[in-house]
């Protein structure tokens, strides 16, 4: 497996912007699918973004589609999200993961970073 250190959380005013990173290592990192999931207190983690290794596939959920981006250096082992407009309902924790293949559900993603909190302040 890969392992993963998120950074780059924090707190922003609303319409601000972020960018998270997902450092990688161990295993190569290129021939990973890379997730986004965030998850707020007592919920399950939600799907937020996905990206092949080649960035063919890239998909997002409705709620951050036109407002987030999801990308990778696979030079850098390195994975990122940049969070444009946020919303206070954008407060939560964000992990990456790591995975076989592109997917929606945690389920299908064995590596995890540790988590960083996003705070929107309205």
């Known amino acids: 497996q890969v392992q993963l250190v998120e950074s780059g959380g924090g707190l922003v005013q609303a319409g601000g912007s972020l960018r998270l990173s997902c450092a990688a290592s161990?295993?190569?990192?290129?021939?990973?699918?890379m997730g986004w999931f965030r998850q707020y207190p007592g919920k399950e983690r939600e799907f937020v973004a996905s990206?092949?290794?080649?960035?063919?596939?890239?998909y997002y959920a409705d709620s951050v589609k036109g407002r987030f981006t999801i990308s990778r250096d696979n030079a850098k082992n390195t994975g990122y999200l940049q969070m444009n407009s946020l919303k206070p309902e954008d407060t939560a924790v964000y992990f990456c993961?790591?995975?076989?293949?592109?997917?929606?559900?945690?389920?299908?993603?064995?590596?995890w970073g540790q988590g960083t909190q996003v705070t929107v302040a309205s």
């Open positions: 161990g295993r190569t990192f290129t021939s990973y699918a």
């Open positions: 993961a790591a995975g076989p293949r592109v997917s929606y559900s945690s389920g299908n993603y064995p590596s």
């Open positions: 990206r092949s290794w080649s960035g063919y596939y890239v």
